[in-house]
């Protein structure tokens, strides 16, 4: 079951999505593509889909601005120098402001390079982390339950502000989308999909259309190989849940993401716990957690509920 490996098809995969995105861009009668843009990896694959179907002058990227990525200017030029983006179709998204105005004040942390939002009392970075992942661990960040303490309130609060910066940046991006007549590109792939590692209506969700949706972290980076973007742009899987968060398959799962979609593939194809030990030789534990995810990521992949009447 082991149908992770694309690069036999990995061609015949990069024609089909040119073929849709320029289909899609046709139908809809837009004049070209928006990307919501990181300069990590997926993202860069979505842009450089976008501008061999449709062309460099019918593509723009809009980047958020964001204090709490490190390396995120060094990683953004190295891709827009890869994309040969030319400074006019760069759209900065800035949105410092609009989280002040809703009451996300700043906390410098002694010894440490980030910021989180400060909600009424310290804590300390690591903590932050270590909490949030322990207390909310199994449901992911799309629900997160009922706080049962202040601590949990806390912690749920400040998760909430962080998602606000990827929802803000949506709407903003779909602003400039709707006013330029162009298509909105979500970033996100089958992985965090499958376990929910993305903000619910966040950047790179909430779009018109999502050209990695149904490749596995591990198949992009093929296609990533096969675009031949730098493996200094490759090798990036950052958070957009938590600030400071590098790698989120390792953080949450201290697995790699190939290993994650190991499983993952295992259980979208109807087998179990105990058939995928028998498979595999991963533990009951880290297999358990996948699937805790998998399980819960269904809300937070969910369209809105409609009741049947």
Same mark, same amino acid.
């Given at each position: 079951?082991?149908?992770?490996?694309?690069?036999?098809?990995?061609?015949?995969?990069?024609?089909?999505?040119?073929? %849709?995105?320029?289909?899609?861009?046709?139908?809809?009668?837009? +004049?070209?593509?928006?990307?919501?843009?990181?300069?990590?990896?997926?993202?860069?694959?979505?842009?450089?889909?976008?501008?061999?179907?449709?062309?460099?002058?019918?593509?723009?990227?809009?980047?958020?601005?964001?204090?709490?990525?490190? #390396?995120?200017?060094?990683? %953004?030029? *190295?891709?827009?120098? %890869?994309?040969?983006?030319?400074? *006019?179709?760069?759209?900065?998204?800035?949105?410092?402001?609009?989280?002040? #105005?809703?009451?996300?004040? #700043?906390?410098?942390?002694?010894?440490?390079?980030? +910021?989180?939002?400060?909600?009424?009392?310290?804590?300390?970075?690591?903590?932050? =982390?270590?909490?949030a992942?322990?207390?909310?661990?199994?449901?992911?960040?799309?629900?997160?339950?009922?706080?049962?303490?202040d601590?949990?309130?806390?912690?749920? =609060?400040?998760?909430?502000?962080?998602?606000?910066?990827?929802?803000?940046?949506?709407?903003?991006a779909?602003? #400039?989308?709707?006013?330029?007549?162009? %298509?909105?590109?979500g970033?996100? @792939?089958?992985? +965090?999909? /499958?376990?929910?590692?993305?903000?619910?209506?966040?950047h790179?969700?909430?779009?018109?259309?999502?050209?990695?949706? @149904?490749?596995y972290?591990?198949?992009?980076?093929?296609l990533?190989?096969?675009?031949?973007?730098?493996?200094?742009?490759?090798?990036?899987?950052?958070?957009?849940?938590?600030?400071?968060?590098?790698?989120?398959?390792?953080y949450?799962?201290?697995?790699?993401?190939?290993?994650?979609?190991?499983?993952?593939?295992?259980?979208? @194809?109807? /087998?179990?716990? =105990?058939?995928?030990?028998?498979?595999?030789?991963?533990?009951?534990?880290?297999?358990? =957690?996948?699937?805790?995810?998998?399980?819960?990521?269904?809300?937070t992949?969910?369209?809105?509920?409609?009741?049947?009447?």
């Amino acid at each position: 079951m082991e149908d992770l490996d694309i690069k036999v098809r990995v061609h015949s995969i990069y024609e089909n999505l040119k073929t %849709f995105i320029e289909t899609q861009v046709r139908e809809r009668e837009v +004049e070209g593509a928006l990307v919501l843009f990181s300069g990590y990896m997926d993202s860069t694959v979505v842009s450089k889909l976008a501008i061999d179907a449709l062309g460099q002058d019918a593509v723009q990227v809009i980047l958020r601005t964001d204090k709490y990525v490190e #390396n995120q200017e060094e990683v %953004f030029k *190295e891709s827009i120098a %890869f994309l040969d983006i030319s400074e *006019e179709k760069i759209i900065s998204c800035d949105i410092e402001k609009l989280m002040r #105005n809703y009451g996300a004040e #700043n906390l410098s942390i002694p010894g440490s390079i980030r +910021e989180i939002p400060s909600l009424y009392q310290p804590l300390s970075y690591s903590l932050l =982390k270590f909490a949030a992942r322990k207390e909310i661990e199994g449901k992911t960040y799309g629900m997160v339950g009922k706080a049962s303490s202040d601590r949990e309130r806390l912690i749920h =609060k400040i998760i909430a502000y962080s998602k606000l910066r990827s929802r803000l940046h949506m709407s903003i991006a779909y602003l #400039n989308a709707e006013t330029k007549n162009l %298509f909105l590109f979500g970033t996100i @792939n089958k992985t +965090e999909l /499958l376990t929910g590692l993305f903000t619910k209506w966040g950047h790179g969700h909430a779009a018109d259309l999502m050209p990695l949706g @149904n490749l596995y972290r591990s198949q992009v980076f093929q296609l990533a190989e096969y675009l031949e973007i730098p493996e200094t742009i490759r090798g990036l899987a950052k958070a957009d849940l938590l600030p400071g968060i590098a790698n989120k398959y390792q953080y949450f799962f201290n697995m790699d993401a190939i290993d994650v979609d190991r499983i993952l593939v295992r259980l979208e @194809n109807g /087998l179990d716990s =105990k058939d995928i030990q028998k498979e595999t030789d991963f533990s009951e534990e880290s297999i358990d =957690k996948i699937l805790s995810y998998f399980n819960s990521s269904a809300y937070t992949r969910a369209a809105p509920l409609i009741p049947k009447i």
